[in-house]
């Protein structure tokens, strides 16, 4: 008898060991981690690219690309979008490639509600330890919003905001596809954007200079599964381009 209290004893430790070392330490796995923030460089350029919409001039060559993700998950968009950032004394020079089946745009006046169609943007704090960020878009059309947003949420609608207007703002689109024919296939937009210092708090930027941004994009199309895609450049934990709580570092590099 005490053998058999004995060998019950030994099966039932054995058990409980076996069920312990079943139960491992969870460790975030690389799809369901919380990713740092975002870094971005913004390079010096010598040559000044030609805002003509093709994004082809070597000085892009020397920008580090960066690529988006989907908000909350952070996973790779169905429909990639890639950026690139130069400047130099006078203008802050950005350039979107976005894959897109689905070209979609019809709004032409400048400051429209164009985030309810393609739109690629950025959004960024000169000061990031002040309230204020500018917030620019354009779509494939080449339709502009521009505002310089003193507080998020101290409004509703965005007239408080979008009535200053980027002085000098300069910007083109090339698109490959057509517009607004939802029955083709597309394949991609580029836009090339000039954004002058002199329109900006602060001024020109100093080598080593950082900012907070966001480059983000609004993606509706009939090939997505959800009809939209929302991604970003930023490492957002929310859907929300206006979280700068989780906005990227952008530096400023000679």
Not at 1 to 8: D, G, K, R, S, Y
Not at 34 to 51: F, G, K
Not at 225 to 249: K, M, P
């Amino acid at each position: 008898q005490i053998l058999n209290q004995t060998a019950v004893r030994l099966l039932v430790l054995a058990f409980a060991l076996g069920a312990m070392a079943c139960q491992k330490t969870p460790v975030a796995s690389a799809a369901g981690e919380a990713p740092r923030q975002a870094t971005h460089e913004c390079r010096y350029t010598v040559e000044a690219p030609l805002i003509d919409g093709s994004a082809a001039e070597p000085a892009w060559q020397k920008a580090r690309p960066a690529a988006f993700v989907i908000p909350k998950t952070w996973a790779a968009p169905a429909e990639p979008t890639e950026a690139r950032l130069l400047w130099d004394e006078r203008n802050l020079y950005i350039a979107f490639q976005a894959k897109d089946s689905d070209l979609f745009a019809t709004l032409t006046a400048r400051d429209d509600s164009i985030w309810d169609e393609d739109t690629v943007e950025i959004f960024f704090k000169t000061d990031p330890t002040k309230d204020a960020y500018y917030e620019f878009e354009w779509t494939p059309l080449g339709t502009v919003y521009d505002s310089f947003i003193g507080k998020r949420n101290a409004a509703k609608q965005p007239l408080r905001w979008n009535r200053w207007t980027c002085q000098g703002l300069r910007s083109a689109c090339t698109v490959k596809g057509t517009l607004n024919n939802w029955q083709d296939r597309d394949e991609e937009y580029t836009v090339e954007v000039a954004i002058p210092f002199a329109s900006l708090t602060g001024g020109t930027p100093s080598a080593g200079a950082t900012w907070l941004c966001n480059l983000a994009r609004n993606n509706y199309s009939v090939h997505l599964t959800n009809g939209i895609e929302q991604s970003s450049a930023a490492n957002l934990s929310l859907v929300n381009f206006h979280r700068y709580e989780d906005w990227a570092l952008l530096t400023f590099v000679r």
